[in-house]
């Protein structure tokens, strides 16, 4: 059974820096395209970081140069390192995974978060100003 884990969040102080996990079980996290997303109630989960089977990554504008998605592949774990944390990053954080396929190419033809089946069960994180 494919399954995705995440672990690491909690609440924080603006400033501070926190550092969620994601444990794949089922499958290879090295075979697949990896992602983290976030939601806030009453909006749409918006993609937060990617990471592709070659390691090459991308960033939401509102994370960049604050946020870095990194994998293990002999672990099987998905990582977020996340600092200079804002109020507005406050949201459910989730993993997830395109089993098996690379990230998909752009121009998108549906919202990024329709490319993943595979979804962990999200952690939350809470930064205060």
């Known amino acids: 059974q494919v399954q995705l884990v995440e672990s690491g969040g909690g609440s924080v102080q603006a400033g501070e820096s926190l550092r969620l996990s994601c444990a794949g079980s089922?499958?290879?996290?090295?075979?697949?395209?990896m992602a983290w997303f976030r939601q806030t109630p009453g909006k749409e989960r918006e993609d937060v970081a990617i990471?592709?089977?070659?390691?090459?990554?991308t960033y939401a504008d509102s994370v960049k140069d604050r946020f870095i998605i990194s994998k293990d592949n002999a672990k099987n774990i998905l990582t977020l390192q996340m600092n200079s944390l804002k109020p507005e990053d406050t949201a459910i954080y989730y993993c997830?995974?395109?089993?098996?396929?690379?990230?998909?190419?752009?121009?998108?033809?549906?919202?990024?978060?329709?490319?993943?089946?595979?979804w962990g069960q999200g952690t939350q994180v809470n930064v205060s100003s």
């Open positions: 990471i592709n089977i070659d390691g090459s990554t």
């Open positions: 997830a995974a395109r089993y098996r396929d690379t990230c998909p190419g752009r121009p998108l033809r549906r919202p990024l978060r329709q490319y993943f089946g595979v």
């Open positions: 089922g499958y290879t996290i090295g075979a697949s395209c």
